[in-house]
Each structure stands twice: as C-alpha cells, then as structure tokens.
T-cell receptor, first 113, second 113 residues
C-alpha cells in the first residue's frame, strides 16, 4: 500500500508568487492534517480537513494561506504571495479515523528567494 | 497551552551503547504520545505510540515509557547502531482527540561506529 504522498518534494518560488502543495493521503484515509516545520523550530499544526470540509484551521495564518480537500483528488495547501518567512518544510499526515495514529508524508520543502 | 520539551537537543554516543531520550510536556491531559524518527531531508517515521492509559510500549530495541502524572516520557534505545542516527521527535495529542499533535524540537542522535 502506498503511504502518504506529497508533491512536489522541493519547490522554489520567488517572493510574490503562489505555492501549491499537494498531498494524497493513504488510500481509505479521510482525515488530513498539515504541519509546518520552520528552520530550527518544531513541527506546528496548521489545519485539519476531512473530505470537502475544513474542520480546524486554527494553526494556519489568516492571510495568504488556504487549504482544501476536495471530494476527488489530493488535498491542496495554497500559499499566495509568498514571502521569505514561508520557507519551511510542509508535512501532510492522514489517518483513517480521527482518533487513529497519523501517518506522515515525506514533506515539501519550500524555498522562497 | 501545551508545550513539549526534549532533552538533550543533541547526543553523540559510540556504537553499542544503550541510551535514553527524554520528553516532557506541560499539560498532563493528553490523549496519546508518539515518538517519531526523522532522517535529514526526509519525512517522519512513527516509532511508537502510547495511549494515555498505557505505561509503556516496546518495538524491537526501542522501549517508550509514559508517566502522565509527571508529564514525562522516555525513549530507550538498546545496543545503538550507526543506522539509528537521526532526529527523534516526541509529540502529544491535545485533549481527547488525536489531531493537533504538539511536537518537541527533537533530539539529534549520532551513533559513531
């Protein structure tokens, strides 16, 4: 079985551009979580989604960041008008049920130049 | 607000040594605690998950213990090998659900041959 897949693995954007990060959860998992790991920082929760619904976005910056998990296709984390401070590793995790163990993907490393 | 601290930040040991990594958390009302391994530039691999009602979990050369009342967990690695070199992360879930994992900053372990 394929685990959580994220693409691209590395993404370079210039300031002001948009970044789109994709996450395909483990087959059969309907719960998706995004975390961000800033340099020298621990992973921080950003957002929790179920199919077609954002359940908790309390960790996501109010501006420029958005997330979706459509009925068909991967979950998308979108960052508009990126700034240097957005440079980080973004990890996606999935679980079959809310109370289950989370399985993490390999991450997308975003570099803003 | 839940905070997770890992000590030491870095540890270097010769091959074959037994070692202990420490994790402490400020709010004892956790649902579960997970230990992860992160290799450079890679994603997270779940090592052990301890439910709040459990005291310890074992997998091969790894043993994790949990003391909720004191807000502490330890990860014991027996007979360390160079392949164990990685960053070890501790994470706790907030409240009664499993999303919003709160991570420590990790312990960077180097096992020298």
């Amino acid at each position: 079985n394929a685990g959580v897949m994220q693409n691209p693995r590395h993404l370079v954007r210039r300031r002001g551009q948009e970044a789109r990060l994709r996450c395909s959860p483990v087959k059969g998992h309907s719960h998706v979580y995004w975390y961000r790991q800033l340099p020298e920082e621990g992973l921080k929760f950003m957002v929790y989604l179920q199919k077609e619904n954002i359940i908790d976005e309390s960790g996501m910056p109010k501006e420029r960041f958005s997330a979706e998990f459509p009925k068909e296709g991967p979950s998308i984390l979108r960052i508009q008008q990126v700034v240097r401070g957005d440079s980080a590793a973004y990890f996606c995790a999935s679980s079959p049920m809310l109370s289950d163990e989370q399985y993490f993907g390999p991450g997308t490393r975003l570099t803003v130049t | 607000k839940q905070e997770v601290t890992q000590i030491p930040a870095a540890l270097s040991v010769p091959e074959g040594e037994n070692l202990v990594l420490n994790c402490s958390f400020t709010d004892s009302a956790i649902y579960n605690l997970q230990w992860f391994r992160q290799d450079p530039g890679k994603g997270l691999t779940s090592l052990l998950l301890i439910q709040s009602s459990q005291r310890e979990q074992t997998s091969g050369r790894l043993n994790a213990s949990l003391d909720k009342s004191s807000g502490r967990s330890t990860l014991y690695i027996a007979a360390s090998q160079p392949g164990d070199s990685a960053t070890y992360l501790c994470a706790v879930s907030l409240g009664g659900s499993n999303y919003k994992l709160t991570f420590g900053k990790g312990t960077l372990l180097t096992v020298n041959p």
